[in-house]
């Protein structure tokens, strides 16, 4: 299977929190392929934080998408993320499951295509950077398309390139 994720981390060593990602990511798959890294504003959230470092990587693996959650889930414990707090607090580590192939999967606790892919730049742009023709299943559009089309006006800024 092929999985699109996302990284993100807005403290402490935000360059190091995903490196290791990367590094534990690759013990369960083969990473085929990884976007710069960009500096971002946080989405969503009400109380001022630091700016996030968000990149994208695509992993091949053969792993089932409820397993990988849960691995993807102890990674981000082992790096250091609470994961009792809200996914809308400041965190060392986030790692969310974009795609899974053509894969649509709608339970409580895994969405596959990612529910806000086409809503957030800070996805969008480093994704087209490494397959902007994928195809979201859902809308049929593909990254540059929903790229294109993207409404979220938050800051992406390329800070180091892959």
């Known amino acids: 299977m092929n999985y699109y994720l996302s990284l993100g981390s807005n403290i402490g060593d935000r360059y190091g929190y995903l490196q290791r990602a990367i590094v534990e990511i690759s013990e369960i798959g083969k990473i085929i392929k990884i976007s710069s890294i960009y500096e971002t504003s946080p989405v969503g959230v009400k109380d001022p934080q630091d700016m996030y470092l968000n990149m994208v990587i695509s992993v091949s693996s053969e792993i089932y998408p409820d397993d990988m959650l849960e ?34 999967i709608n339970k409580d606790n895994l969405v596959i295509p990612h529910k806000e892919v086409e809503k957030r ?16 299943p859902l809308s049929g559009n593909s990254v540059k398309e929903m790229l294109k089309h993207c409404k979220d006006n938050g800051y992406v800024r390329l800070v180091k390139k892959i």
């Not at 809200?86 to 499951?97: A, F, G, V």
Request: proline share 6%; hydrophobic share 40%.
């Open 121 to 136: 730049k800070f996805v969008l742009i480093p994704l087209s950077e490494i397959d902007p023709e994928l195809i979201n």
């Open 71 to 104: 691995i993807l889930k102890r990674i981000e414990k082992k790096i250091g993320r609470d994961i009792t707090d809200s996914h809308l607090k400041p965190r060392k580590i986030d790692i969310d499951i974009l795609f899974c192939d053509e894969m649509i």
